[in-house]
């Protein structure tokens, strides 16, 4: 049997959580990428979204969101301190990176911040009132005829 992977779809979209934690399941993969990063549900319909980025600053980083896209690029000036330096290991990536997600509908940037390495991106939900369910009263046709005799006599 071959397996299938959802894993561009994981890593790519907040705010359909049930969905694909449920193809997560499925398939039983984890994603990987550059920048590592994690998606967490803080409440519902708030999340937060924490991307490791060691040694890049806040002029480094960029956030764009557009229609229902986020992306987060990030881009270092190449060091001319490191001619000099002389590595026996270099683990701590200084690489460019783009990383893209897709959000659901009324899904914002609430906040960013970048503290102790992390980039924490807050997205939050917020349907607007008229796309909000409400309850409609139903009215009784006697009633009504009532309504508008009331309203005649006077």
Same mark, same amino acid.
């Given at each position: 049997m071959q397996n299938l992977d959802f894993s561009p779809f994981l890593r790519s979209t907040v705010g359909f959580d049930r969905l694909f934690d449920s193809l997560d399941n499925l398939v039983g993969q984890e994603t990987k990428s550059y920048p590592p990063y994690n998606i967490e549900l803080i409440e519902n319909d708030i999340w937060l979204v924490s991307i %490791?980025?060691?040694?890049?600053?806040? =002029? =480094?980083? !960029?956030?764009?969101?557009?229609?229902? !896209?986020? *992306?987060?690029?990030? %881009?270092?000036?190449? *060091?001319?301190d490191n001619e000099?330096?002389?590595? &026996?290991?270099?683990?701590? %990536?200084?690489? *460019?990176?783009?990383?893209?997600?897709?959000?659901? =509908?009324?899904?914002?940037? *609430?906040? %960013?911040?970048?503290?102790?390495? &992390? &980039?924490?991106?807050?997205?939050?939900r917020e349907v607007p009132e008229s796309k909000k369910s409400r309850q409609i009263v139903i009215n009784d046709k006697s009633n009504a005829k009532d309504k508008l005799k009331s309203k005649s006599v006077n």
């Amino acid at each position: 049997m071959q397996n299938l992977d959802f894993s561009p779809f994981l890593r790519s979209t907040v705010g359909f959580d049930r969905l694909f934690d449920s193809l997560d399941n499925l398939v039983g993969q984890e994603t990987k990428s550059y920048p590592p990063y994690n998606i967490e549900l803080i409440e519902n319909d708030i999340w937060l979204v924490s991307i %490791a980025l060691a040694g890049f600053s806040i =002029d =480094d980083i !960029s956030i764009e969101t557009k229609e229902n !896209s986020l *992306s987060i690029r990030g %881009a270092k000036e190449p *060091s001319t301190d490191n001619e000099d330096r002389e590595f &026996l290991h270099r683990g701590i %990536a200084e690489r *460019s990176f783009e990383l893209g997600f897709q959000l659901g =509908d009324y899904v914002e940037v *609430s906040n %960013a911040r970048l503290e102790n390495g &992390l &980039l924490n991106i807050e997205l939050k939900r917020e349907v607007p009132e008229s796309k909000k369910s409400r309850q409609i009263v139903i009215n009784d046709k006697s009633n009504a005829k009532d309504k508008l005799k009331s309203k005649s006599v006077n």
